[in-house]
């Protein structure tokens, strides 16, 4: 049976029209307002995912629960955020899946954070660090608006600090201006033959990166970057891709902790 | 505590100097034989991920579980299978998390049901479906090579026929020659306002698919393509990006389940 | 020796701090302004191209002729145009040279029209038709800004109708909503053996257009795009593709005359 | 009235059925012999461009003289070349047109010479610099067998010293491994105002290159790459990017000499 949205949880409206989509917690007595007329929130609470709602203009609009690439870029900002896009393939590199412990260093504004607790489950758990304590404060309540908090430990680091988890993990994710910086330390902590992975905008920290990755004993090091092109699909005017793009956001990095140092 | 590799597993061997990797299932008595000599099995069962081996002729090769994405690409094809650049970002589409019950219509080679049960863990359930028996037969021993096999039923199916799947589910994936075949059944099975996605070759079938999910009550459709661009980091010759890529593996769209009609 | 720019050229501005540039002819007594404060052309007239001027609020200019990829760009528009990108792999697939004479059906805002006249030269002569009277003036505006008006003869024409053009021409060009009524006369008036190309937006134009193509006696049709991405280097920040790109401006297309049709 | 092919020239035979494209001298006796049988020199010298031919077991070719662009592809390489795609763009960069003067530092195998050439025409000038002499005399054969060997002057040259040429010219092409070396003589040699353009390919060689042109006078450095994509359009399989495609084969760069230095 699905379950009906309810005050306290986060909703997505599209606008049927426009396709331009809002985010906000459905709160008791709020009202949600927009160019296209305003909704109570009383209206949207107890309808199922999927209903129609109409604002006081007439304008129509459907409510979702977000799925978790639009929780990641309905965040609060405070920092540069990793792409739903990028974020896929990461989730890959990383080989997520339900119960795994993973370890994050930069936590920034919390978007991959909340891919990665959606992914480790609630017998999972996510360890992510930042040296901003403001950055984690906006990044913990970004994650509790996505319902998340239960599988997050969050705390201040330095970039070059060991990681404070006890035991190994099962993923090690890096997204810092000098992410050589945390790959010993992110070595130590992974269990061997595991995962890292880490995004950097420069081709300058990509050759840092990758470097450190070589020295400390990780293999199998891959270096890509994704072009997403949006397509528009229209019975009159054909299909053709969009006019203008996302051209880039950033340089993905995977590799695998062996153990020992090649020999040849 | 790492887990050692055990006979009955899938490995993957990552070749120290070209970078070339090799998967097989750890066999009692097997020996893993390449250009650059071989290997008994017996030597690899027993050893912790990340364990530096070496061929008879001296080759140096790392040992791993194999991710997710490499299971998907060692799958034995039959068909054309989904890549795990579009896969991630399908993972997200669907809004894919542990216990999720999923529909997959096309099961192909079974590489993209590999990583729905992987994502949707022990306690979710993927139901996948194909009208071709000898290609449901192979992926289901694609699928219990990478040990996913209790989380998956498969079933053949004719495209346009209703999926034999009890109540309600979260998410739905159609990968057809005809998708818009599947559009009718996908929107009955699936809870309301869940996500659906797809992947087809041409600009002809993304018409004829985006045309039906509009047409049966889906909304906030999204198609895209990506490209994913290797980049090589060399500390003698520099960062640039490979000569070569893939330059197409499909378009992919995203849509959810609405209820009711649109009105305007 | 270099000429100094003149009354009644067009000069390119380029701003030194922010890369921006601007477009004009020189009039004896006119004052370019901007944001940026003003500038009497007479400051201009005079100077050698490279030369540096700077506005009565300081800001520093330098002046140049705009190259024909920076006359295309400042066209006044009242359609699409080709944008330099594409015309570059245009001017190569029309195997354009000195002396040549060139068909264009479509003039458009005539950017296309002053490459091609640039490249054919004061012994080449460029045909160009439109059905839109409006659109012809207006092109014809642009082509005289940039000098060119002696090389290029236009008129008006619908998409279907043969081209009044004396003899044969050594290359053809189409830039039509409906491509394929051009096809045929473009066959008639081609020399033997000789390229045509042409750009539409859409994916059914384009299929349309090579049926057309194959239909009517052309071979070797080849079908690209290009995406073109900015790339930034900065001492500090590092070098890394831009944020944002052009990220579709047309399908191009290239293909040659035969004589008599495939007996395969 | 067209001309016919004639022993001596450079010809391009269109294989029908695949696609496959072959280019030789015509010599009288000779014989064009390939996987899909041979045809002598003898019937193809005096047919028109566009006409088809039979290999003697029944192949069917069309015979053309190459476009400016496959001239290039077909050049006998010692080296990279310059593709046509960016040959374009640098085409605009470079603002090609008949009768100018044009500097070109790494003739390499002398493909992109061949375009200059073709572009600066018979009044033009393109002079063509390597410190290689064995590239020089390969570049020379190509050039030759393009037919524009009266347009061309080459020499040998280390990458720093001055440009032999008199007076100025109107474009400066530099393709060397240590782009900056050539720098401060292109400039030297630049008419005022006037654009250079190079290649380079990687991130490292790319600031190099920008650092030099800003430190040495030049502005409106631009920097970018270009993506090519075949697109596949069958009446029946529908319209799609082909499967594969190039990566990558350089980053390109377009820059203009101004008078004097910066003052802000």
Avoid at 160 to 185: C, H, Q, R, S, T
């Amino acid at each position: 049976m699905a379950r009906p949205l309810e005050y306290g949880e986060q909703v997505l409206l599209w606008e049927a029209k426009r396709g331009r989509t809002f985010s906000f917690v459905l709160r008791e007595g709020d009202v949600f307002h927009s160019h296209r007329g305003s909704i109570p929130h009383g209206e949207i609470a107890g309808k199922p995912e999927g209903a129609r709602v109409f604002s006081n203009t007439g304008t129509e609009f459907v409510v979702f629960r977000p799925r978790v690439g639009e929780r990641m870029m309905k965040v609060r900002r405070r920092t540069q955020i990793v792409y739903p896009k990028d974020a896929g393939w990461l989730a890959l590199a990383l080989d997520l899946r339900p119960g795994m412990r993973v370890v994050e260093i930069g936590t920034g504004s919390g978007a991959f954070t909340i891919l990665l607790a959606q992914l480790v489950g609630p017998e999972g758990r996510v360890y992510t660090f930042d040296r901003r304590e403001d950055f984690l404060k906006n990044a913990l309540e970004n994650i509790a608006r996505a319902g998340l908090s239960g599988r997050v430990e969050a705390g201040v680091l330095e970039a070059g600090e060991p990681f404070p988890v006890e035991g190994e993990v099962d993923a090690a994710f890096i997204d810092l201006p000098e992410p050589w910086l945390a790959v010993p330390p992110a070595y130590s902590v992974l269990a061997p033959g595991r995962p890292l992975a880490g995004i950097v905008p420069t081709a300058e920290q990509l050759k840092g990166f990758v470097a450190a990755l070589e020295r400390e004993g990780f293999v199998a090091v891959e270096c890509i970057e994704l072009l997403e092109r949006k397509v528009l699909v229209r019975e009159r005017e054909g299909v053709r891709p969009f006019e203008r793009m996302v051209g880039f956001t950033g340089y993905l990095v995977a590799a695998r902790k062996a153990l020992g140092k090649e020999v040849g």
